[in-house]
């Protein structure tokens, strides 16, 4: 008898703990309470330069923040969450195809292109348009892009809304550590379509403390100038290429933006206006 009533309060004891360390969790980690989102929503992530799915080993300690974020977004979304891969340059090289998109997206970023001269733009929009037409159609659509792939994100999106007229509203656009300048023509252009309502939400999630941020400045001028900054460094912030000090860099790897952009997606719902997180 005293050993059932003993049991009892055991058993009693373990529900207790197993319950608060659920509560605590969630409250760790806010994201997890809110992880449903509706069958109405399709989004599509854009990764950043350093993403690629046959990294040599030696590199595979960059970019973590794009495997994290996938990871993530995929467990809580599944087939709703698609990577689009178009935008990875065909060259074999890695650290080739690193150094050329990060050239293309400072060298782009300022102004609206003509997104048919570009094959990897062209391969993102006509990624998403076909993924769209086969399981999009009726349902809310997100674009995330990071970095390099938040200017293929941008571009992409005004060629979807305004020249192939299938999607007729993007929900979401998140540009997160992106070197688009808010002032610049691509900018105003995003502003723009925001503010008629094509663009939802539009949102710069972006880190202070990252030098790649809004690099491409307002002009040619400035993203010439803003390569040569990447590339060389100058008295405020070093070489892209001293990988272990540049801020950029320790962003591409910063896994706290996955539950940043998470939690944007759910309370965007909520927003209005430009949002910087």
Not at 42 to 59: C, D, M, T, V
Not at 105 to 122: F, P, R, S, W
């Amino acid at each position: 008898m005293v050993f059932v009533k003993n049991f009892s309060v055991l058993k009693f004891i373990v529900l207790g703990v197993v319950f608060l360390l659920a509560i605590f969790s969630e409250a760790k980690n806010p994201v997890v309470a809110k992880q449903t989102q509706a069958n109405t929503d399709i989004i599509y992530f854009i990764p950043g330069a350093l993403y690629s799915e046959n990294k040599p080993q030696i590199w595979s300690r960059f970019g973590k923040f794009n495997t994290h974020f996938i990871a993530k977004a995929k467990q809580i979304y599944g087939d709703n969450f698609v990577v689009v891969r178009g935008g990875v340059p065909k060259i074999p090289l890695y650290p080739l195809r690193v150094i050329w998109s990060s050239r293309w997206a400072v060298l782009h970023g300022y102004e609206t292109i003509d997104t048919n001269a570009y094959n990897n733009v062209k391969r993102v929009i006509e990624e998403i348009s076909t993924h769209y037409q086969r399981f999009g159609k009726g349902k809310k659509i997100h674009i995330i892009g990071s970095s390099y792939g938040s200017v293929l994100a941008a571009q992409a999106s005004l060629t979807l809304l305004e020249q192939n007229g299938e999607i007729k509203q993007i929900e979401d656009l998140i540009l997160s550590a992106s070197m688009i300048h808010e002032k610049s023509e691509l900018g105003l252009h995003l502003k723009k379509l925001h503010q008629e309502r094509l663009i939802k939400h539009l949102t710069y999630d972006n880190d202070s403390t990252d030098n790649v941020v809004g690099i491409s400045g307002r002009c040619k001028a400035d993203a010439k100038m803003g390569l040569s900054q990447l590339i060389f460094g100058n008295q405020d912030n070093p070489s892209v290429f001293l990988w272990n000090k540049h801020q950029h860099v320790f962003g591409a790897n910063n896994t706290k933006r996955t539950y940043i952009i998470l939690d944007l997606l759910h309370t965007n719902q909520h927003l209005q206006g430009v949002v910087k997180h």
